[in-house]
T-cell receptor
Framework: SQTIHQWPATLVQPVGSPLSLECTVE??????LYWYRQAAGRGLQLLFY??????ISSEVPQNLSASRPQDRQFILSSKKLLLSDSGFYLC??????????FGPGTRLTVL | DAKTTQPNSMESNEEEPVHLPCNHS???????IHWYRQLPSQGPEYVIH???SNVNNRMASLAIAEDRKSSTLILHRATLRDAAVYYC???????FGAGTRLTVKP
């Protein structure tokens, strides 16, 4: 069966510090991968999606970037965090443009 | 532009049926209708999907209008654990709207 892992579960970082969140998927090949962010009390905002290694589309221009160094690994990064980067970060996968399955999320607080 | 429209919130009593509506007037012929729900402090989870015919699974039922311009997620007997935000998504749209926040009263 397929599983999706995200870590860390929670993170507290100072403004201006770098960020690296990792997501891995097991049990499937060549999945579509997604990064979403959810600010407190708000809906999900699609940040990046990827249909293959090194094939990444950005939805919202910001100080975040994403990379997919391996088929089932998706990394979200920032060189300098802003206060507005605080939120609940969710990774998801799908087979083609079909049902998405979400990871447990990382709750990031930028102070 | 949002492809679907849902009420911001709904309330239900425990053990009563709940009908959550979704309008999608611009749906294309090949768009599947997906429903997800998000429990507090968790990521969204898949609930059900369909194309034209009504669908049932262990979690819910999906009723799709004949013209496919609307659909309704049906929870047959709401429980307190069904309190969540419910999202209706079309096809390969990866963008989640605000969804419907369902409150279940004991």
């Amino acid at each position: 069966s397929q599983t999706i892992h995200q870590w860390p579960a929670t993170l507290v970082q100072p403004v201006g510090s770098p960020l690296s969140l990792e997501c891995t998927v097991e049990g499937t090949s060549n999945p579509n991968l997604y990064w979403y962010r959810q600010a407190a009390g708000r809906g999900l905002q699609l940040l990046f999606y990827s249909i293959g290694i090194d094939q990444i589309s950005s939805e919202v221009p910001q100080n975040l970037s994403a990379s997919r160094p391996q088929d089932r690994q998706f990394i979200l990064s920032s060189k300098k965090l802003l206060l507005s980067d605080s939120g609940f970060y969710l990774c998801a996968w799908s087979v083609g443009a079909y049902t998405q399955y979400f990871g447990p999320g990382t709750r990031l607080t930028v102070l | 532009d949002a492809k679907t429209t849902q009420p911001n919130s709904m309330e239900s009593n425990e053990e009563e049926p709940v009908h959550l509506p979704c309008n999608h007037s611009t749906i294309s012929g090949t768009d599947y209708i997906h429903w997800y729900r998000q429990l507090p402090s968790q990521g969204p989870e898949y609930v059900i999907h369909g194309l034209t015919s009504n669908v049932n699974n262990r979690m819910a039922s999906l009723a799709i209008a004949e013209d496919r311009k609307s659909s309704t997620l049906i929870l047959h007997r709401a429980t307190l654990r069904d309190a969540a935000v419910y999202y209706c998504i079309l096809g390969n749209d990866m963008r989640f709207g605000a969804g419907t926040r369902l409150t279940v009263k004991p």
